[in-house]
């Protein structure tokens, strides 16, 4: 049985570079698609004098095809190196968290009549969260750079 092992192995590692390829095919099919219905969409909008929810509409549709292709770049970048790297799942969250954000205030702006009280507070706890989430992200990002930066050779000292 022991044999059997390390025979499994390459196989298995075909099969898992197959699986991620097609995945990044999928998102990167699916990221096209959203934005030609999200410009679609929005052009209908437009047209028809609802500029507000055309741009609300425009905001989304970007930014989640924006995460949308980062993914597929981590993907991507996984293949050519074999290693996942974190920073670009964070930048989806933060654009997840901003987005998120945006949307809620502009709703917020373009709502009549003015939500109820408890409603409005639990939007207010929402962004509260969101707040935090994109800055415990940003601060990810800003430790995980530093610390590669901190690992690359000096390039002065090479010569």
């Not at 934005?35 to 609802?50: F, P």
Request: glycine share 6%; with cysteine; proline share 6%.
């Amino acid at each position: 049985m022991p044999r059997l092992r390390p025979n499994l192995i390459p196989p298995l590692e075909h099969g898992e570079r197959i699986i991620y390829w097609l995945v990044a095919v999928s998102l990167m099919i699916g990221a096209l698609v959203y934005l030609g219905y999200t410009l679609v969409y929005v052009a209908d909008l437009y047209l028809g004098a609802r500029y507000t929810d055309g741009t609300l509409a425009l905001l989304n549709g970007s930014l989640l095809t924006l995460m949308l292709a980062q993914v597929v770049y981590t993907t991507l970048t996984f293949l050519e190196t074999g290693v996942l790297q974190i920073e670009p799942v964070l930048i989806v969250g933060i654009i997840a968290s901003v987005r998120r954000i945006l949307v809620i205030t502009a709703t917020l702006s373009t709502t009549s009549p003015a939500p109820a009280p408890v409603a409005f507070q639990e939007t207010m706890v929402e962004l509260g969260v969101l707040g935090a989430i994109t800055l415990v992200l940003a601060v990810a990002i800003f430790l995980i750079r530093g610390r590669r930066l901190k690992e690359q050779p000096c390039k002065e000292t090479a010569s």
